[in-house]
């Protein structure tokens, strides 16, 4: 689950899909029966999807002239579309039966398995159809993650990397930041801290005083518990994710060669000893664990981007090693310790709040293990609460990450074989495991029904993970093809 660039076009044909959704999107704004604080909550979430939309690609003028913008001053008349212009009668929610009949063809696949699990919603209200129970959710765990995260830190959060001194005696303080690095990274998306930057400020400090010997120490004490998850296969040790810790460099990446540093802690204080020595500090002897001792001296310090930004970006790539750090500051933000298990604890504090149904079970905040247990309809209503959320509420910072169908994140590469119809129309989560496809996100119908949906099969056999996925993007592909609302 690497990072690949998260912004993908497939030139002038594909872009030119952007027009119906825009329309659809905003049409069907009204389509759910509510209050009216929840109505115009919903409304600005899906305006605010169409923005993302537009964001994705300039409008080509010999492609798609009537996409570019009047010129400053010229003010040219609305043209109304005869969907949109059908819309104004008056928005539905969702046809159980429609979306019943829309879902038997693809969610029949005997390639599915022999556990199939659904639900889908209007942007609020009961489900429109539920079908199956709890299941192995794989990486749609982030969304329980990123929600948790978006109610319990404040959005404009950093995580700092601090470095302290006690005479000669020099610690390198973890602050829990997923996304540092060893080098400066200007290509990187979101803005990174990185080690090299900080020896450079350190050394600077440690001149200015006089000091140009020093023995290193690292505190990684801000989480607490096992550092690998005992529920995770013991295949991964190495190769898939790396132990976490509070002090973790390129996702817990040994600095040369491939796979995960066994101890990310070690690794990223031998990478800063090496970066100090480059700037002229002696090091004595090796980095060693070492807490920060109470009145130690501040030298320098690198923040994290801000949690928002680290939220969405999990989201788009389905970054293991972050949603587990930021289910510790989970933890911690709601009392506990730091753990996972005070992690765990947090999310099921947060979703009780929220008044969403809390996973069967939950182990860990990636998805990797096999032992969680989530309903779709967890899912489902994770992603109503932040549907009809306040518009300043943080909680709205969950659908900018997710990944657009055949446009960004990890659904760049799919929906190649879905109906065009998916393609821009459905922003989801995806979970890949093997014998587990997941999705879980929204969709705008072809007559303007939004729609939240979480499509979940862990029974797949082997050989067959690719084609079941396949099926599952055919699945939120008819979603957005259909006529889904009660008048259609």
């Known amino acids: 689950m690497g990072r690949?660039?998260?912004r993908h076009s497939r030139g002038p044909a594909r872009r030119l899909l952007w027009a119906v959704?825009?329309?659809?999107?905003?049409?069907?704004?009204?389509?759910?029966?509510?209050?009216p604080d929840t109505l115009d909550r919903a409304e600005s979430t899906v305006r605010g999807w169409v923005d993302d939309l537009r964001g994705v690609d300039d409008p080509d003028p010999g492609a798609e002239p009537a996409q570019v913008p009047p010129p400053d001053g010229l003010v040219l008349p609305d043209v109304e579309p005869p969907v949109a212009a059908a819309l104004t009668l008056g928005a539905t929610p969702p046809s159980p039966a429609q979306v019943r009949r829309t879902l038997a063809g693809p969610l029949g696949q005997r390639v599915l398995g022999g556990r199939v699990s659904v639900a889908v919603a209007g942007l609020t209200g009961p489900a429109a159809y539920s079908s199956g129970?709890?299941?192995?959710?794989?990486?749609?765990?982030?969304l329980v993650t990123a929600v948790a995260a978006l109610h319990t830190l404040e959005p404009g959060t950093t995580f700092a990397t601090r470095v302290v001194a006690d005479g000669r005696d020099v610690v390198l303080v973890g602050g829990g930041d997923p996304f540092l690095e060893r080098r400066p990274d200007a290509d990187a998306e979101p803005d990174r801290a990185d080690l090299a930057t900080l020896?450079?400020?350190t050394a600077r400090a440690l001149r200015e005083v006089g000091v140009r010997s020093i023995r290193l120490g690292y505190d990684d004490g801000l989480f607490s518990g096992p550092s690998w998850n005992p529920t995770w296969p013991e295949t991964y040790r190495g190769d898939v994710i790396a132990p976490i810790t509070a002090l973790m460099v390129d996702d817990g990446r040994p600095a040369e060669g491939s796979g995960r540093s066994l101890d990310p802690s070690y690794a990223a204080a031998d990478s800063f000893a090496a970066l100090l020595r480059q700037r002229g500090i002696r090091i004595v002897g090796v980095p060693r664990e070492s807490a920060a001792p109470d009145g130690a001296t501040p030298l320098a310090q690198v923040e994290s981007a801000p949690v928002g930004q680290l939220v969405d970006r999990l989201l788009q790539v389905s970054d293991n090693e972050t949603a587990e750090v930021l289910l510790r500051h989970v933890g911690l933000a709601t009392g506990g310790a730091g753990s996972t298990k005070d992690g765990v604890a947090g999310v099921r504090e947060v979703l009780e709040e929220l008044g969403v149904s809390?996973?069967?079970?939950?182990?860990?905040?990636?998805?990797?293990?096999?032992?969680?247990?989530?309903a779709p309809e967890t899912l489902?209503?994770?992603?109503?609460?932040?549907?009809?959320?306040?518009?300043s509420d943080p909680l709205r910072g969950l659908f900018p990450g997710l990944p657009v169908a055949g446009f960004s994140g990890s659904l760049?590469?799919?929906?190649?074989?879905?109906p065009p119809a998916a393609v821009g129309r459905v922003r989801a989560k995806t979970g890949t495991l093997r014998g587990v496809r997941s999705l879980a996100g929204v969709v705008v119908a072809r007559d303007g029904t939004p729609m939240v949906f979480a499509l979940m099969a862990d029974r797949i056999a082997e050989d067959d993970d690719e084609t079941a996925e396949a099926v599952l993007d055919r699945a939120a592909a008819a979603l957005a093809a259909c006529r889904c609302g009660r008048a259609g």
């Open 199 to 201: 020896a450079r400020r």
């Open 133 to 142: 129970g709890a299941a192995t959710p794989a990486s749609t765990t982030k």
């Open 4 to 6: 690949r660039d998260p």
């Open 380 to 391: 489902v209503g994770l992603l109503q609460v932040a549907a009809a959320s306040e518009q």
């Open 21 to 35: 959704p825009i329309v659809a999107l905003v049409a069907g704004a009204g389509v759910v029966v509510a209050e």
């Open 412 to 418: 760049t590469f799919r929906f190649d074989a879905a």
């Open 358 to 374: 809390v996973p069967r079970r939950l182990r860990d905040g990636s998805g990797l293990s096999r032992d969680n247990l989530i």
